[in-house]
């Protein structure tokens, strides 16, 4: 499957931190998860339901083409109009997904509305503060991007009862972060007008994903390095996470797993 910055495809080369960023979501958002049916939104090639188990889980993605390999059941279908019957499932999960739609209160109200009374839906999303730049969404393939304040006020417009946690990074794995941040910031530079604004978004996202790709070809040792113990979940200090967690419940319903 070609490479792009729409969705995580790969753990070879320079990709390796991002891949284990997003199997460490799931890692990690197993505790706060009923058990029964969960839906799976957004995702992608599949690469870590199997941490969810013993729970059944359902793979829902708008692309037909990275459901076909998956040894579960799969849908095809936008996160904002989900195609199944209301109260299907015991949760959702959605990580990095969100902020993919221009609409995302969309997408919280259809998870919602799928979930069984008791239900609890986990919503994980890039933190702007962490991997942004002030005032600009650079990333093509988001529309959307979160602050903890804004992600919160986002899902309390769905949901009665919203807890946020963040996943954190090692400091190796924030080490790699940074060095991209500078490496974006030095790029910016050779646009102060920002006139990329300008430019349509398909071929912003050619150029993307071309940038990506020579970017992270090749072995590095530094992110090779990076696996699931470079990641943990906390509740504080949220603005210096990685990922923000919102685990979203209506009113009486049991708080978090968590310990």
Known sequence: MRVTGERVTTSAGGFNPTWQRH????????????????????????????????????????????????????????????????????????????????DPERALEEARRVLEPGGVAVFVTPNRLTFGLPGEVVDPYHYVEFAPGELRALCERTFEHVELWGIFGSDRYRHLVAAERVRLKRLMRWDPLRLRRAVPRPLRKLLYDWGLRRQR??????????????FELRGQRLEQCLDLVAVCRDAGLTESRIS
């Open 217 to 230: 070809q090749g072995e590095d040792l530094r992110a090779a390095s990076i696996d699931l113990s470079d």
């Open 23 to 102: 199997v460490a979501a799931y890692a990690l958002c197993t505790s706060l998860l009923p058990e029964g049916r969960v839906l799976d939104v957004g995702c992608g090639i599949g690469h870590s339901y199997e941490l969810l188990a013993p729970r059944e889980t359902v793979g829902l993605d708008i692309d037909p083409a990275v459901l076909s390999n998956q040894n579960r059941e799969t849908s095809v279908g936008d996160m904002r109009s989900l195609p199944f019957a209301d109260a299907s499932f015991s949760a959702v999960l959605s990580v990095q997904a969100i902020e993919h739609v221009p």
